[in-house]
C-alpha cells in the first residue's frame, strides 16, 4: 500500500513536500517514482530512485528545483519541490515498480496511491 501526503496550494516559488508511506512491499527491493496528472492528460513522469538512493533520474520540466529522497528505514519517499510553478498543479502519485529497471511509463509500474493534490497559484 502506498499513502502520499503533504499537498496543498501554494504560491509560485513556493515550496511543498511529498511524502509516500510504503507498507506491504519490500521498499528496498522496488523503484519508487513519482507521477503527475491534470485531467485530460496522461500520467506524467516525475522522478524515480532506487534503494539506497541511486539510479535517480527525473523530468526535464523539473530538473533543478525537485528532489527525490527515499528513507528505507522508514519506507517512505519524498519529493522536494521548490520554485514551484503554475503548470507543476496536478494530482502526484506515489508508484512502486517490481522491476528494478528504469521506467518513466505509467503502465509498467505495479502499484499506484491514492494521489495527494498540489495546486500553484500565479
Known sequence: QLVESGGGLVQAGGSLRLSCAVSGLSS???????????????????????A??????????????????????????????????PDDTAVYYC???????ISRRSDEYDYWGQGTQVTVSS
Open 52 to 85: 539506497g538512493g541511486a539510479s535517480i533520474y527525473y523530468a526535464d520540466s523539473v530538473k533543478g528545483r525537485f528532489t527525490i529522497s527515499r528513507d528505507n528505514a522508514k519506507n517512505t519517499i519524498s519529493l522536494q519541490m521548490n520554485n514551484l510553478k
Open 95 to 101: 508508484a512502486a515498480r517490481r522491476d528494478i529497471g
Open 28 to 50: 528496498n527491493s522496488r523503484r519508487m517514482s513519482w507521477f503527475r496528472q491534470v485531467p485530460g492528460k496522461e500520467r506524467e513522469f516525475v522522478a524515480t530512485i532506487i
